[in-house]
């Protein structure tokens, strides 16, 4: 598909859409679902909160359509995950929502683009990693700037964004515990995934990720990737293929069939029942994770 011939339908999309009207609240949109549950518990209740991506889509081969423009033109805030993640949010934003304020998550979390690398996206083994959000102390490092981003937007709100901010950092110390709890049966476990999303909640919670299906979201693996991974699944002595709902199954299926895995799925979006909350998604995927790794 195109890229251009897609921005300008977006953008001729912009021009048609008008000026919308005045919403009752005030709007916040985040590219992500779990981060717009992020953005909703520092925003509190005069605020209404969207994610931009639909569920089931990956946000590496996203392109907006007239859909994300509708919900982007009445934002006064647009929260981005940032590190060169969803760099089109804030062309999006910049074209649709000119009066927003736009807010790197990523950067308040002290998480940046690798300099020089195309959109500072490279999924490797070492490569860069954007999925900073899968590791709830990191997102606790973004709630202060967030409720000052928001008290910049509504300076009467100030203290309420102050006092939620602590609040839900209270609340993500908790989760991180509770999920430590959770592998910590299944600590040094090695981990194949479907891409190299996994990086900081490995970190944190003492998983090695070994592997993924697609090195290069978007892209097929090609057959001898596939048997490189089939190779590294038996030598690690791997049980199970961790798949996600925003890739294709197909490679997956042949990678589990021949190095005789099975197949659980975890979730960096969710966005879907049962992981529509960040602390329910998190929850679901350190679950996942353990009965995927746990010796039956
Ligand atoms: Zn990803």
Redo the contacts with the bound molecule.
Sequence with gaps: MPRPSTLAFVLAACACAGRPAAPDRMVAVATISPLADVVAHVAGPGWGVRSLIPPGM???VFEPTPKEVRLVAPARLVVTVGAGYDVWAAKLAAACASEARIFDAGAAAGITADSGEEEGHVHGDLGHD??WWLSPPLVAKTLPALARELAALDPAGAAGYRDRAVAFAGELSRLDEEIALTLRPVAGSSIVTA?N?WGYFAERYGLKPVGSIEPV?GREPSPREIRELVVAARREHLRTLFTEPQFPPEAARVVASEAGLRVETVD?IGGVKGRIGYEELLRYDARAFRGGLETR
Aim: hydrophobic letters at 10%.
């Design positions: 990956s946000p590496h954007p999925h891409h999303a979201p960096p």
